[in-house]
């Protein structure tokens, strides 16, 4: 009789493990803080470097910025770009169009945004959650799932990223414009 039960709990056991590696047990934890963008929605970030930070190094010495890339939670790099030449001042608006370097736009999901200084690589978490879903068959409707934002605090003394909305794009690529005028004769 104990050998069934040995044999039941080792049934068990076993499925669990089974059970736990299929259900992406093993995947990265979501960052704790990220900012949410829409899949038609560019990013425009930049680097801020705060008057404490000046403080906290004992420098007055802006840091300069070689390029920027975009990682997958995994660490994966889906884009890079970098600067010929030499580097950029600090106050240079980046936009990231969520087009990664093969030239397809990234799917839904965590990435991070770092942008690699004189000093240090910057980074900050985003969450892109996708805006086309297919309402009614074929008929894509831009709405998206309620995503709220979490955003990260600004380090003291530290160098941080302030994220924005770019351009927003239409979800089928089509995009309608209507124009009236009016013109008035004079008498």
């Given at each position: 009789?104990?050998?069934?039960?040995?044999?039941?709990?080792?049934?068990?056991?076993?499925?669990?493990?089974?059970?736990?590696?299929?259900?992406?047990?093993?995947?990265?934890?979501?960052?704790?803080?990220?900012?949410?963008?829409?899949?038609?929605?560019?990013?425009?970030?930049?680097?801020?470097?705060?008057?404490?930070?000046?403080?906290?190094?004992?420098?007055?010495?802006?840091?300069?910025?070689?390029?920027?890339?975009?990682?997958?939670?995994?660490?994966?790099?889906?884009?890079?770009?970098?600067?010929?030449?030499?580097?950029?001042?600090?106050?240079?608006?980046?936009?990231?169009?969520?087009?990664?370097?093969?030239?397809?736009?990234?799917?839904?999901?965590?990435?991070?945004?770092?942008?690699?200084?004189?000093?240090?690589?910057?980074?900050?978490?985003?969450?892109?959650?996708?805006?086309?879903?297919?309402?009614?068959?074929c008929c894509n409707v831009c709405y998206a799932p309620v995503s709220c934002d979490?955003?990260?605090?600004i380090p003291y003394g530290e160098l941080y990223l302030t994220l924005g909305v770019?351009?927003?794009?239409?979800?089928?690529?089509?995009?309608?414009?209507?124009?009236?005028?009016?013109?008035?004769?004079?008498?």
């Open positions: 009789m104990k050998s069934i039960g040995a044999i039941a709990l080792l049934l068990v056991v076993t499925a669990s493990l089974v059970g736990a590696a299929q259900c992406g047990c093993g995947q990265p934890e979501p960052a704790n803080c990220y900012l949410v963008f829409k899949t038609t929605e560019t990013i425009v970030f930049t680097l801020e470097a705060p008057i404490d930070y000046f403080m906290v190094h004992q420098t007055s010495t802006s840091p300069r910025i070689f390029g920027w890339r975009v990682e997958t939670s995994d660490g994966t790099v889906v884009r890079t770009v970098i600067y010929p030449g030499e580097p950029r001042g600090r106050w240079l608006a980046m936009e990231w169009d969520l087009v990664a370097d093969d030239g397809y736009i990234v799917a839904p999901g965590d990435y991070n945004i770092i942008v690699m200084t004189t000093v240090s690589d910057v980074s900050y978490p985003v969450r892109i959650v996708d805006a086309c879903r297919p309402l009614f068959g979490i955003p990260c605090c770019g351009e927003v794009r239409p979800c089928s690529g089509l995009s309608f414009s209507l124009t009236i005028t009016i013109e008035c004769s004079s008498p």
